[in-house]
């Protein structure tokens, strides 16, 4: 490895370890406002979901830069793909997503939409007077590249939009991810800071995003080539959240057809237990999973093309 490679690589881990040591000390503004763009935390990626949202690196569909700028496996091609996450009732997410994946460099673009239904519209009497319609909507545009054989990092820039009623907020933000590949065999190491940015004002209150900081580690048991097993943690800080967020998760490969997952959540508020299963021939890709929820079961599909 060249000096300024190296140079680069220190400068880099630096400037990410700079970065978190800040948001993690950082205090509330006292003038602060309440957290919204709360849909950021929802999973957008099935196969991520059904993993109990660990297993960044297992996966390779484009969905998953919603979850980490480098979350991939680096298998080289385009990809497109969409899904629905059925989030409580009467609440809907949509996603699309599309990643071109090279030699050394990746790039790509999704969108994330939010239905959250009809609510009634009323005076102070308590008289109907019609209906309106929240919404959040995530536009991002996504760029990793490796910095040496065994370091990969990216970054997401995101416009994010949300509407209450009469009132709304437009954010930018930026997501930064650092993968490292470790000597162990089909062992990764992830790290990304999520939603770092502001917003604008909704009617004159501030609007808080909500930091992120996923750390995560992924490996595989492959005894032979019908059969293989991927166990990954993750350990995730939200800025607006009291205790640190573990994960676990596991998926089951067979044929590189059949993929069965499942994950467990400590410490979040409804969600812990969640499975799902994957169905790929050839270009084609199908995947769902189901999150237990203290409310009620919450569905995700997905369906995916290569080419």
Do not use: C
């Amino acid at each position: 490895m060249s000096k300024e490679k190296k140079l680069r690589q220190k400068l880099t881990i630096m400037l990410i370890f700079i970065l978190v040591a800040g948001l993690l000390n950082a205090k509330v503004d006292s003038n602060a406002g309440e957290y919204g763009f709360q849909f950021l935390k929802i999973p957008v990626s099935p196969e991520l979901a059904g993993m109990g949202n660990a297993g960044d690196m297992l996966n390779n569909s484009p969905l998953a830069i919603f979850h980490s700028p480098v979350a991939f496996n680096w298998q080289r091609g385009a990809f497109v793909a969409a899904s629905q996450t059925n989030w409580f009732v009467g609440t809907n997410m949509y996603n699309l997503a599309y990643r071109n994946v090279g030699l050394t460099r990746s790039f790509g673009f999704g969108v994330v939409y939010m239905d959250h239904g009809t609510f009634d519209r009323r005076e102070e009497n308590g008289t109907l007077i019609g209906n309106y319609y929240p919404m959040d909507m995530r536009v991002t545009g996504n760029y990793a590249f490796r910095l040496t054989p065994n370091i990969n990092i990216g970054a997401n820039a995101n416009i994010l939009y949300e509407k209450i009623d009469t009132s709304s907020s437009l954010a930018f933000t930026a997501d930064l991810g650092y993968v490292f590949y470790t000597p162990i065999a089909n062992t990764t190491f992830d790290f990304s800071v999520k939603n770092i940015g502001g917003s604008t004002k909704m009617d004159e209150e501030n609007i808080d995003i909500p930091i992120i900081v996923d750390g995560g580690i992924s490996t595989g048991f492959i005894p032979n080539e019908i059969v293989g097993f991927y166990p990954s943690l993750k350990v995730s800080y939200m800025r607006d959240h009291d205790n640190l967020l573990p994960a676990l998760g596991l998926q089951m490969k067979l044929y590189d057809m059949l993929f069965i997952r499942a994950g467990y959540k400590f410490n979040y508020n409804e969600e812990n237990l969640s499975a799902g299963f994957g169905l790929h021939y050839r270009n084609v890709k199908f995947d769902y999973s189901f999150m237990n929820n203290e409310i009620e079961g919450l569905h995700l599909f997905g369906l995916g093309w290569e080419f």
